[in-house]
C-alpha cells in the first residue's frame, strides 16, 4: 500500500514570515494529494488538494506543489499569522478503487506572534 | 454551513462495556469513512462505505469492531467489548463521491477505556 512520509514533525516561525512543510509518497499511481489542518480538540479540516493531473494549486496565503517524477508535494504557507498555528497532514489517494487516504505523521507549526 | 456531527464527543466507558459512535454525514454525500487517531498510529482508516454499502472495513479488528449504515443519515461504529487499547479519537469523514475525492472530518468521538 502507500506509504506517506511528512517533515519536519516541528516547524516555528516568525509572524510574516514563509512555512513550508514537505511530504513523499511510496505509489505512483496515487493521484489525489490533500492537506489537512487540525487545531487542538478539533477533527482535520480540509485547506487545499491537488491532484496529478496539476503541478501547483494556490488559495490566498497557501499553495501546495507536487512533483510526480520525484513523488513529492509541499505545502507552502506564506505571510504566516498566528492562527496558522496548528497540525498540518498532508495525504495521498490510493488508487485501488477504495478511495482510502494515508495520512503522514503531522507537522506542528508554531507561528510566533 | 454543512459538516458532519459526531455523538457523543466525548465518552469514558470500563473495560468490557460497548460503545457505540454515530456519524451524520453531510446531506447528499455518498461516502462516508471511520478513522482512528492516536498519538503513536496517527490517523489509521478503519472502514469505508459508499452508498451505505461497506466497501472496506479491512482496518478494523473484526472480533470486536462493526460498522454500519442504517440508513444514508446515519452511521455507526460500534466495539464490543472494548478494551483500554481502543482508547483514541474516532473521526467520521464524508465525501460526494461520484469523481470527487474530498473528505470532510467530524469533530471526532474522544474515547477513553479504563
Known amino acids: 500500500g502507500e506509504n506517506v512520509e511528512q517533515h519536519p514533525s516541528t516547524l516555528s516561525v516568525q509572524e510574516g514570515d514563509s512555512a513550508v512543510i514537505k511530504c513523499t509518497y511510496s505509489?505512483?499511481?496515487?493521484?489525489?494529494f490533500p492537506w489537512y489542518k487540525q487545531e487542538l480538540g478539533k477533527g482535520p479540516q480540509l485547506i487545499i488538494d491537488?491532484?496529478?493531473?496539476?503541478g501547483e494549486k494556490k488559495d490566498q496565503r497557501i499553495a501546495v506543489t507536487l512533483n510526480k517524477t520525484a513523488k513529492h508535494f509541499s505545502l507552502h504557507i506564506t505571510e504566516t499569522q498566528p492562527e496558522d498555528s496548528a497540525v498540518y497532514f498532508c495525504?495521498?489517494?490510493?488508487?485501488?478503487?477504495?478511495?482510502?487516504?494515508?495520512f503522514g505523521t503531522g507537522t506542528r507549526l508554531t507561528v510566533i506572534p | 454551513d454543512a459538516r458532519v456531527t459526531q455523538t457523543p464527543r466525548h465518552k469514558v466507558t470500563e473495560m468490557g462495556q460497548e460503545v457505540t459512535m454515530r456519524c451524520q454525514p453531510i446531506?447528499?454525500?455518498?461516502?462516508v469513512f471511520w478513522y482512528r487517531q492516536t498519538m503513536m498510529q496517527g490517523l489509521e482508516l478503519l472502514a469505508y462505505?459508499?452508498?451505505?454499502?461497506?466497501?472496506?472495513d479491512s482496518g478494523m479488528p473484526k472480533d470486536r469492531f462493526s460498522a454500519e449504515m442504517p440508513d444514508a443519515t446515519l452511521a455507526t461504529l460500534k466495539i464490543q467489548p472494548s478494551e483500554p487499547r481502543d482508547s483514541a479519537v474516532y473521526f467520521c469523514?464524508?465525501?460526494?463521491?461520484?469523481?470527487?475525492?474530498?473528505?470532510?472530518f467530524g469533530p471526532g468521538t474522544r474515547l477513553t477505556v479504563t
Open positions: 469523514a464524508s465525501g460526494p463521491g461520484t469523481g470527487a475525492y474530498e473528505q470532510y
Open positions: 505509489d505512483s499511481a496515487s493521484n489525489y
Open positions: 491537488i491532484r496529478s493531473n496539476v
Open positions: 495525504a495521498a489517494m490510493d488508487q485501488t478503487g477504495a478511495n482510502n487516504l494515508f
Open positions: 446531506l447528499g454525500h455518498n461516502t
Open positions: 462505505f459508499r452508498n451505505r454499502a461497506p466497501l472496506d
